[in-house]
């Protein structure tokens, strides 16, 4: 009992001595981002400016922390690996607008909130994997194709509530309505091989397996796929597909993001901004991108030599995202009301 | 003599702590209903409408199945290392516990690879008969509700396993030998005598169990069962309805409730004390040639499936990473994991002493001994949930005490206990108090009154006859309560990922970057370290249960 008394004792003081000194000496991440994704470029951070960066990872529940712990929340940025969080965030009314002009010019109007609340930092499609062996070139050309009943039992997918899916959803019925997107769903929903389970890769992996000729996976799984030297039977499941890239005829694939938000209590604003800033210039653009196949946001950075091979130019759907943020929940009811995962 | 005889003056201080830990630890759980009852868009129509019967469906078969499979496991075999005697019983005493250690959403990893279609075992059959693709045969699916039963009793049973096997120690050698005389066989001298006497101690384990099962996440959601806990989730962050979620939490708690209740309501007319503290040694049944085999057999398959093979697939797979060693803070990591559960623990024993001795001197305060249940509740909310249950008081409080301090003095004390390790110390005590409670009540509950009022009439505080008399005799459940939190601790993710500080791993949260990235290769090592520090006192306390009982 003593200690435990001694370690609150210690535990109070040091509070005391933290909060005593707000300085721009470091910035505080919430990141729903994976640790080795974000480390080098933090170290990277620190080393330009001197800024020391502090990390708590966690794959839910921090956007409620921020929320409760309220004025005195030590957090200055939330990253997230998605536009999910980031539009709740907004919902909230947990972000500060911030306006950068740096940010302005590095990032497309659609990959930014109309208002400044989040900004995009990398991008990814949401594709359709087909089977090389099994599906002929030209066969799919579109997300309305999964719904055509020829074919019936030949769909694999992750869970339809799976944040990926849900915005997939989401800009369907920001572009086609409601009404439109229930009947696709349920279509697709007939045409599954086998009840949604596993992640992206999990379903590449089974069409290798000839469990189904169709997929719907994030673009970046391709090349962590091809790549993969712990886990080299994924080499040969991503050599096992074609990516199509849908609706090249139409509004272009589905996009998502990876982004940030600063906290609107934040205790080190600036700071917050610069490295923000900093992550959306070339640099930092590109390693960020490349450390997970994904897409830079800004325009004119280099693609990796595995991205520009497979991924090269191809049109990506342009609406914004915070329209396509607003449809999640819709979707969400959706995915309950056609009984897309049972 | 009634009861009454043991409520005294200085009883009152017993009271007043007792109320107020049972009240600081229900907090988080009261938090989760505030958030049920306003919500900010209730959808409670929509899941009722959809998906919610799916999910009570699924969780009840979940329940059954392990429950099932738990006693089954647990009890046959905590009676045969105790009751028997066979080659490799002395090993098995403490082998039996190991599955404990392992955490179960890593043993539903391990078991995915192995048996999956790309794994070694279904290859070997397709090489064997030729068979190309996966139309070509049937296999059963690991990811389906049975695959899920059966990993979550793998490493569940231990719970049944430990408790009975306690109960099995405390029980009287002379009742067995009555009943023997009296003509039932060892089988019929089991069921009639031994089993209803280790009822109690059964049912806690599991009620234990039970609340593991609905509470699992890292398990169902990789095996897409859709329970009640996976429904959580989905309500939560992918509907971003914290309501609607804390809605499903409450229901789930509430079922918690008419569970335990009904188990209860089934023994209370039992009571059994023992009437001598003159324990003979027990003297075993000798299992010989088949019989041995067979107990062999029974005992072996749950460590082997539930231990051995788990740990010998990380254990390959640790070897291509051993650098890791060398170039990560293991050491710290497995400090923090260690500093956090073994404070958990002790806190959790001394508060579980706390509010079970509490209720020995007044139990006929009905508002006490509810107090005390629900003070248990913690235990059946899904981690992540009960994490949020945590944020919103100690938030709350920090920020009130910020604004007055500043206000009077014009200091800022910021947050002081949120964000802190005592915000993840106190959501371990809310979350497992539950395990500590029912292991020092049920063995307290032996203890007959009597020895209370004697020492209480020969002059004795109830403070130094709980020191004096209960303490040597309850020691054994103590042990186990200390051991069993430790070992959940050490394992505890989603709150600890959700609560800790900036910069801050544990073993736990370092397997999870990559395990929840189904990368189980690159972090087996530390999988393996977390079984390995949860083994070590498992083993040691093992040993000590097993010399609590006098006369061995």
Redesign the interface.
């Known amino acids: 009992?003593l200690r435990?008394s001694l370690?609150?004792i210690a535990?109070?003081s040091s509070?005391?001595s933290?909060?005593?000194q707000a300085e721009t000496t470091e910035v505080?991440i919430y990141s729903y981002r994976?640790?080795?994704l974000i480390e080098p470029l933090l170290k990277a951070f620190s080393e330009e400016t001197g800024i020391k960066t502090?990390?708590?990872?966690?794959?839910?529940?921090?956007l409620?922390?921020l929320e409760?712990?309220?004025?005195?929340?030590?957090a200055d940025i939330l990253l997230t690996s998605d536009i999910?969080p980031l539009s709740?965030a907004v919902?909230k009314g947990l972000f500060a607008p911030f306006n950068s002009e740096i940010v302005n010019k590095n990032v497309p109007e659609q990959f930014r909130d109309p208002e400044g609340r989040w900004v995009g930092l990398t991008s990814r499609a949401r594709l359709v994997y087909a089977s090389k062996e099994r599906v002929k070139e030209g066969e799919i050309s579109s997300y309305a194709d999964l719904a055509d009943p020829k074919w019936r039992g030949k769909i694999c997918t992750r869970?339809g509530?799976?944040?990926y899916n849900?915005s997939l959803i989401g800009s369907v019925i920001a572009h086609d309505g409601e009404e439109k997107a229930e009947s696709w769903l349920r279509a697709v929903k007939d045409n599954l091989a086998r009840?949604?389970?596993?992640?992206d890769?999990?379903q590449v992996?089974a069409i290798k397996?000839?469990?189904c000729d169709l997929a719907l996976g994030n673009s970046y799984y391709f090349g962590k796929m091809l790549t993969n030297e712990?886990?080299p039977?994924q080499k040969e499941w991503a050599a096992s597909v074609n990516l199509i890239f849908p609706d090249q005829e139409g509004r272009g694939a589905h996009m998502n993001i990876s982004g940030a938000g600063i906290a609107k209590n934040a205790p080190h604003p600036e700071a917050a901004q610069k490295l923000i800033e900093f992550l959306t210039e070339q640099q930092a653009q590109q390693y960020y991108a490349d450390a997970n196949f994904e897409f830079p946001v800004r325009p004119g950075t280099p693609k990796s030599d595995l991205v520009k091979q497979y991924m090269g130019d191809f049109k990506g759907d342009t609406i914004n995202l915070q329209r396509v943020a607003e449809q999640?929940?819709a979707a969400?009811?959706l995915v309950?009301?056609v009984?897309f995962?049972? | 003599m009634s009861s009454h005889s043991l409520q005294t003056g200085n009883t009152r201080g017993w009271l007043f702590s007792s109320w107020s830990a049972a009240l600081l630890v229900a907090l988080p759980v009261c938090s989760v209903f505030y958030l049920a009852l306003f919500p900010e868009e209730n959808?409670w129509q929509?899941?009722a409408d959809?998906?919610l019967p799916?999910y009570i469906k699924t969780t009840l078969l979940l329940m059954a199945g392990v429950g099932a499979l738990s006693i089954l496991t647990g009890v046959s075999t905590a009676w045969l290392v105790t009751m028997c005697s066979f080659p490799g019983k002395r090993l098995f005493e403490w082998a039996l516990l190991l599955p404990f250690a392992v955490p179960a959403y890593v043993i539903a990893y391990v078991y995915t690879d192995l048996l999956e279609?790309?794994g070694p075992v279904q290859g070997a059959l397709r090489d064997l008969f030729g068979w190309?693709?996966?139309?070509d045969y049937w296999f059963p699916e690991i990811?389906s509700l049975p695959g899920a039963i059966l990993m979550l009793s793998l490493v569940l049973y231990p719970y049944v396993y430990l408790m009975s096997r306690a109960a099995f120690l405390e029980q009287s050698m002379s009742l067995r030998d009555a009943s023997r005389i009296l003509g039932c066989s060892p089988w019929q001298s089991f069921v009639r005598i031994s089993l209803p006497i280790a009822r109690p101690s059964i049912a806690v384990g599991l009620s234990l169990v039970s609340m593991e099962t609905i509470n699992d996440f890292g398990t169902v959601d990789y095996?897409?069962v859709?329970s009640m806990s996976a429904g959580i989730?989905?309500t939560?962050?992918?509907?971003?309805?914290?309501g609607g979620a804390a809605q499903i939490a409450t229901m789930m708690m509430i079922f918690v409730v008419i569970l335990i209740t009904l188990e209860r309501a089934a023994r209370a007319r039992q009571k059994q004390f023992h009437t001598s503290d003159r324990y003979k040694a027990i003297d075993p049944y000798a299992l010989h040639s088949w019989r041995a085999g067979l107990a062999i057999l029974a005992c072996g398959v749950p460590v082997l499936a539930g231990f051995i093979i788990p740990v010998g697939v990380l254990g390959v797979y640790a070897t291509n990473h051993l650098d890791q060693l060398f170039n990560s803070d293991f050491l710290t990591h497995a400090s923090h994991s260690f500093i956090l559960s073994g404070?958990a623990a002790?806190?959790c024993v001394?508060l579980a002493v706390l509010l079970t001795y509490a209720k020995r001197l007044n139990p006929n305060r009905i508002s006490l001994v509810s107090a005390v249940r629900f003070s248990s509740l913690g235990y059946a909310l899904p981690g992540?949930v009960l994490?949020?249950g945590v944020?919103?008081p100690l938030?709350?409080f920090?920020?009130r005490l910020?604004a007055f301090l500043r206000e009077h003095w014009g200091i800022?004390?910021?947050?002081?206990l949120?964000?802190?390790?005592?915000a993840v110390i106190f959501a371990y005590c809310v979350r497992f108090l539950a395990v500590s409670t029912g292991a020092v009540d049920s063995s307290l509950n032996k203890v007959t009154p009597t020895m209370d009022m004697a020492s209480r009439s020969l002059g004795m505080t109830p403070g130094s006859t709980l020191l004096k008399v209960h303490f040597p005799l309850i020691k054994g459940g103590l042990l186990t309560a200390l051991l069993v939190v430790f070992v959940d601790c050490m394992k505890e993710l989603?709150a600890t990922?959700?609560?800790?500080?900036?910069?801050?791993d544990t073993l736990a949260?370092y397997v999870y970057?990559f395990a929840?990235?189904?990368?189980l290769?690159?972090c087996s090592l530390a999988a393996l370290l977390i079984v390995l520090v949860g083994i070590i006192p498992v083993i040691l306390l093992s040993r000590s249960i097993t010399g609590t009982r006098k006369g061995n």
Not at chain 2, 497 to 504: A, G, Q, T, V
């Open positions: 009992m435990k370690l609150t535990m109070l509070a005391f933290m909060t005593a505080n994976q640790p080795f502090n990390v708590v990872f966690a794959k839910k529940g921090l409620e922390r409760h712990e309220g004025a005195n929340s030590p999910g709740d919902a869970s509530k799976h944040t849900l009840k949604p389970q596993g992640n890769r999990a992996k397996e000839g469990v712990k886990e039977e999640r929940a969400a009811k309950d009301k009984g995962d049972n | 959808i929509h899941l959809t998906v799916v279609y790309a190309q693709t996966a139309k990811r095996f897409a859709k989730y989905d939560w962050l992918n509907m971003s309805n914290l404070s002790l806190l001394l992540a994490a949020i944020i919103i938030a709350a920090d920020n910020d800022s004390t910021g947050l002081l949120s964000g802190t390790t005592f989603p990922l959700i609560l800790r500080p900036f910069n801050y949260t970057q929840s990235d189904e990368q290769e690159e």
